[in-house]
């Protein structure tokens, strides 16, 4: 039987009974009936321990002693050994293997591990067998009061409203111990204030805040801002107990507890009387205790002799009354004003503040005098005139004043810029509007014009006023045809057809609409055609008589008298050209005569005629010029093959380049009046005089003279033909002939087909020709030393 032996007064009365006897089974193999079974079997074991108790933060300096374990079949002659496994074993707890002390060697907290498990087991120190079934027990941590009550947050923020009742909870703090509950009283947490008194209170228990004092103390308006230290304490508040505190931020929200009051009992603005409707005259403060939607307010005009000509409204931003304008001022009417102007809350709160409560102030407005431009007595002015108005004639007058005290008199003029015909003219001192030319209702029935008054000692100051005038109609224009009809008569007709139905138009607008009258005219004969009145402005066309024939006469000319009733009358004669057509029996026309056609538009016969003739010159004129310029061709450079001429040989010499400036006048080329000049000499033709000296022909021979002789007279007879030619520029021009001749005085510049090439040469005779040879002097003409590499 195995035993434990404690250590006295190592564990408390309950603790005593740790030891509890118990019985296990064992399971055994027997043979039944010829097979192998299992049964169970008791077998009895050694007394099992549940727990120890070890208190927390062990101070000592020696391994703290737990308890002692003994088998019942160690006989003390060391042949039994104790082994410790488990949580901690050989670390934290330690056994002593022959005798079964155990120990702690260091010193445990209970807040980080309340308990440890662990297995023990009793064995043969010789070979290590099992002497018991091994058993597990644990060692359990006693509390002691080691740590302080901690709150959930250092720092706590509330709110509760200003005005508030005794009792009114603000808010509830928390603090937790981490020392066991169950023992002792080390996490007894108690709830006392320490600071904030004595506006708020604590409750003990739960760590409730509550206000402490009545609605006229908790006032935001005289403090808004609280700190409360609350403090928590273990040990059931007793001394010696662990104290833990937090700080708790307490705000007054505010209540409308208060009404808006005016800063001032009586304001004065000023005004200049030009200010616009909307024009802010001034602004008026009132002011309110409470913030944010309690310090809203509303502004009105009570009473006053301005209610008309003065608003105000609340600016949202800065609470305050915007005092304008809402009807021109005058100042020589009026020049002060008086209002009663009210404050109110928006959203009054009946607990605090009567819904009623205002403040009122007086506002006290002066109109300022400003120089004013001349007032028109009227906004805009129409007027009416009749189209057959003399020139002179007055249409209407406008008027204005200077609203000023000193009354200047008003010089009126009109703005051409609305005038721009100067059909209108105004009277400088009357404003009498006049016709300065005559009028067209028919071309336009509206004039829009603009009447300027100023000043007359500050012209600076004016003002203008818009006048529409009116044309009125008179019947001055004569009824016409609406449309130039195309009319026939066919040659079957019978006498009271009707041919045609007529309508007039007309260009003036009676009041009570048109109405026509329609007659043949008395010059007109009657014994073919007649005109009858319809009597709703159309008029009919009848014939008169059996038959007609085409080949005897083509048309008709009928004379229509249109006349209107408006006074005075007005009448015109239209005439209408009927031709004589071949028709079918149901009256559709197959043919006419072309000539009526003509006739209708205008044209004669004989004018088409010459029209046609006219077309026809002008094209043989255009094709004559065109035959004319393909005749004309050019006279080739080389008639014939057999001509001495066409052996062109090029040298691709190079001329004087940029620096050869002499050679041409580009100037004459570009400017072809340059030939007028008389100073000027042509290129192309034979100078009467010499330009330059000629030069000394100092190798040039009596044959070879002979032998250029052809040459001369080739360019002499080219230049000729040129200056004679009709289609020769009228400037000067480079004119080539392609033939180099048998050679010149200098003789062939080439190496090529010159015996004396290899010999020296004397070219210093090219200086002496002129510019256009200065290149091939400089090249040429230098001393034998410049060619020496």
């Given at each position: 039987?195995?035993?434990?032996?404690?250590?006295?007064?190592?564990?408390?009365?309950?603790?005593?009974?740790?030891?509890?006897?118990?019985?296990?089974?064992?399971?055994?193999?027997?043979?039944?009936?010829?097979?192998?079974?299992?049964?169970?079997?008791?077998?009895?074991?050694?007394?099992?321990?549940?727990?120890?108790?070890?208190?927390?933060?062990?101070?000592?300096?020696?391994?703290?002693?737990?308890?002692?374990?003994?088998?019942?079949?160690?006989?003390?002659?060391?042949?039994?050994?104790?082994?410790?496994?488990?949580?901690?074993?050989?670390?934290?707890?330690?056994?002593?293997?022959?005798?079964?002390?155990?120990?702690?060697?260091?010193?445990?907290?209970?807040?980080?591990?309340?308990?440890?498990?662990?297995?023990?087991?009793?064995?043969?120190?010789?070979?290590?067998?099992?002497?018991?079934?091994?058993?597990?027990?644990?060692?359990?941590?006693?509390?002691?009061?080691?740590?302080?009550?901690?709150?959930?947050?250092?720092?706590?923020?509330?709110?509760?409203?200003?005005?508030?009742?005794?009792?009114?909870?603000?808010?509830?703090?928390?603090?937790?111990?981490?020392?066991?509950?169950?023992?002792?009283?080390?996490?007894?947490?108690?709830?006392?204030?320490?600071?904030?008194?004595?506006?708020?209170?604590?409750?003990?228990?739960?760590?409730?805040?509550?206000?402490?004092?009545?609605?006229?103390?908790?006032?935001?308006?005289?403090?808004?801002?609280?700190?409360?230290?609350?403090?928590?304490?273990?040990?059931?508040?007793?001394?010696?107990?662990?104290?833990?505190?937090?700080?708790?931020?307490?705000?007054?929200?505010?209540?409308?507890?208060?009404?808006?009051?005016?800063?001032?009992?009586?304001?004065?603005?000023?005004?200049?009387?030009?200010?616009?409707?909307?024009?802010?005259?001034?602004?008026?403060?009132?002011?309110?205790?409470?913030?944010?939607?309690?310090?809203?307010?509303?502004?009105?005009?009570?009473?006053?002799?301005?209610?008309?000509?003065?608003?105000?409204?609340?600016?949202?931003?800065?609470?305050?009354?915007?005092?304008?304008?809402?009807?021109?001022?005058?100042?020589?009417?009026?020049?002060?004003?008086?209002?009663?102007?009210?404050?109110?809350?928006?959203?009054?709160?009946?607990?605090?503040?009567?819904?009623?409560?205002?403040?009122?102030?007086?506002?006290?407005?002066?109109?300022?005098?400003?120089?004013?431009?001349?007032?028109?007595?009227?906004?805009?002015?129409?007027?009416?005139?009749?189209?057959?108005?003399?020139?002179?004639?007055?249409?209407?007058?406008?008027?204005?004043?200077?609203?000023?005290?000193?009354?200047?008199?008003?010089?009126?003029?009109?703005?051409?810029?609305?005038?721009?015909?100067?059909?209108?003219?105004?009277?400088?001192?009357?404003?009498?509007?006049?016709?300065?030319?005559?009028?067209?209702?028919?071309?336009?029935?509206?004039?829009?014009?603009?009447?300027?008054?100023?000043?007359?000692?500050?012209?600076?100051?004016?003002?203008?006023?818009?006048?529409?005038?009116?044309?009125?109609?008179?019947?001055?224009?004569?009824?016409?045809?609406?449309?130039?009809?195309?009319?026939?008569?066919?040659?079957?007709?019978?006498?009271?057809?009707?041919?045609?139905?007529?309508?007039?138009?007309?260009?003036?607008?009676?009041?009570?609409?048109?109405?026509?009258?329609?007659?043949?005219?008395?010059?007109?004969?009657?014994?073919?055609?007649?005109?009858?009145?319809?009597?709703?402005?159309?008029?009919?066309?009848?014939?008169?008589?059996?038959g007609f024939r085409r080949s005897q006469k083509s048309t008709y000319l009928v004379s229509v008298v249109i006349s209107d009733r408006d006074i005075p009358m007005q009448s015109s004669t239209s005439t209408l050209t009927i031709r004589v057509c071949t028709c079918t029996r149901d009256g559709t026309m197959e043919?006419?005569?072309?000539?009526?056609?003509?006739?209708?538009?205008?044209?004669?016969?004989?004018?088409?005629?010459?029209?046609?003739?006219?077309?026809?010159?002008?094209?043989?004129?255009?094709?004559?010029?065109?035959?004319?310029?393909?005749?004309?061709?050019?006279?080739?450079?080389?008639?014939?093959?057999?001509?001495?001429?066409?052996?062109?040989?090029?040298?691709?010499?190079?001329?004087?380049?940029?620096?050869?400036?002499?050679?041409?006048?580009?100037?004459?080329?570009?400017?072809?009046?340059?030939?007028?000049?008389?100073?000027?000499?042509?290129?192309?033709?034979?100078?009467?005089?010499?330009?330059?000296?000629?030069?000394?022909?100092?190798?040039?021979?009596?044959?070879?003279?002979?032998?250029?002789?052809?040459?001369?007279?080739?360019?002499?007879?080219?230049?000729?033909?040129?200056?004679?030619?009709?289609?020769?520029?009228?400037?000067?021009?480079?004119?080539?002939?392609?033939?180099?001749?048998?050679?010149?005085?200098?003789?062939?510049?080439?190496?090529?087909?010159?015996?004396?090439?290899?010999?020296?040469?004397?070219?210093?005779?090219?200086?002496?020709?002129?510019?256009?040879?200065?290149?091939?002097?400089?090249?040429?003409?230098?001393?034998?030393?410049?060619?020496?590499?």
């Open positions: 039987i195995s035993v434990l032996s404690f250590k006295a007064g190592q564990l408390d009365v309950d603790a005593m009974a740790f030891l509890k006897g118990t019985v296990g089974l064992e399971k055994a193999r027997v043979t039944q009936e010829g097979r192998d079974v299992e049964t169970p079997r008791r077998f009895k074991r050694g007394w099992m321990w549940k727990q120890f108790f070890l208190q927390e933060e062990y101070t000592g300096t020696d391994n703290q002693y737990i308890g002692k374990l003994h088998s019942d079949l160690d006989r003390g002659d060391g042949t039994v050994m104790y082994v410790l496994t488990g949580e901690g074993a050989g670390t934290i707890f330690v056994i002593d293997a022959n005798s079964g002390d155990l120990h702690a060697t260091r010193s445990l907290d209970r807040e980080e591990k309340p308990y440890y498990s662990l297995r023990a087991q009793a064995v043969n120190k010789k070979n290590g067998i099992p002497l018991e079934p091994e058993t597990e027990f644990i060692v359990k941590l006693h509390d002691i009061n080691d740590n302080e009550p901690k709150f959930e947050k250092e720092v706590y923020t509330a709110n509760v409203p200003e005005r508030s009742h005794v009792g009114t909870s603000v808010i509830q703090v928390t603090a937790h111990d981490a020392d066991d509950e169950m023992f002792g009283l080390s996490a007894k947490l108690v709830y006392s204030i320490s600071q904030g008194h004595p506006y708020f209170s604590v409750e003990s228990n739960t760590g409730i805040i509550r206000t402490a004092l009545g609605p006229s103390d908790m006032d935001r308006e005289q403090r808004e801002h609280y700190q409360v230290v609350i403090e928590a304490k273990d040990m059931g508040g007793q001394r010696g107990g662990l104290t833990g505190s937090t700080t708790v931020n307490i705000t007054l929200t505010d209540v409308n507890d208060n009404p808006p009051q005016f800063s001032q009992s009586i304001y004065q603005f000023s005004i200049p009387e030009l200010a616009k409707a909307g024009e802010v005259v001034g602004r008026v403060r009132a002011v309110d205790a409470d913030i944010g939607r309690n310090a809203e307010m509303v502004f009105t005009l009570t009473s006053g002799d301005g209610l008309d000509v003065f608003d105000v409204t609340t600016d949202r931003n800065t609470q305050e009354g915007i005092l304008t304008v809402k009807k021109p001022l005058d100042y020589e009417k009026k020049k002060s004003y008086t209002l009663q102007i009210q404050v109110r809350n928006t959203h009054p709160d009946p607990r605090f503040v009567s819904v009623d409560s205002k403040d009122s102030a007086t506002v006290r407005v002066n109109v300022e005098d400003v120089d004013e431009p001349p007032r028109f007595e009227r906004s805009s002015y129409i007027l009416e005139v009749k189209e057959d108005a003399a020139v002179g004639t007055a249409i209407g007058s406008v008027s204005a004043v200077d609203p000023d005290a000193r009354r200047s008199p008003v010089k009126y003029t009109i703005d051409r810029h609305t005038d721009v015909d100067r059909i209108f003219n105004v009277h400088a001192g009357n404003g009498s509007i006049f016709l300065q030319k005559p009028l067209d209702r028919e071309n336009l029935a509206w004039h829009n014009i603009s009447v300027i008054a100023a000043e007359f000692n500050d012209p600076q100051q004016t003002s203008r006023v818009p006048v529409y005038i009116r044309v009125l109609d008179v019947n001055d224009n004569a009824p016409t045809l609406a449309y130039l009809y195309d009319t026939f008569v066919c040659e079957n007709y019978k006498s009271g057809q009707k041919i045609q139905t007529i309508t007039a138009v007309d260009r003036d607008e009676p009041k009570d609409g048109h109405r026509f009258f329609f007659s043949l005219a008395p010059e007109s004969p009657r014994a073919n055609f007649s005109v009858r009145d319809n009597g709703d402005n159309t008029a009919s066309i009848f014939t008169r008589r059996t043919l006419c005569n072309a000539e009526a056609l003509s006739g209708s538009a205008g044209l004669s016969t004989g004018a088409l005629v010459a029209i046609l003739l006219c077309v026809l010159i002008l094209l043989l004129i255009v094709v004559l010029f065109a035959a004319l310029k393909r005749q004309k061709k050019k006279e080739p450079l080389i008639i014939s093959k057999e001509d001495v001429r066409d052996n062109v040989v090029s040298y691709n010499d190079e001329g004087g380049g940029e620096e050869d400036t002499q050679a041409f006048d580009i100037g004459a080329l570009r400017h072809p009046e340059a030939m007028e000049e008389s100073n000027k000499l042509r290129r192309d033709i034979l100078p009467s005089e010499p330009l330059y000296p000629p030069p000394p022909l100092r190798r040039a021979t009596a044959a070879s003279a002979r032998d250029n002789a052809d040459v001369r007279d080739f360019i002499n007879q080219r230049v000729q033909e040129h200056d004679g030619s009709p289609t020769a520029p009228p400037y000067d021009s480079l004119a080539t002939y392609a033939y180099e001749g048998n050679g010149s005085v200098a003789e062939s510049l080439s190496s090529l087909g010159s015996a004396s090439s290899e010999g020296a040469q004397d070219y210093n005779y090219l200086s002496e020709w002129g510019p256009r040879f200065r290149k091939l002097a400089d090249m040429y003409g230098g001393e034998e030393s410049d060619w020496d590499c």
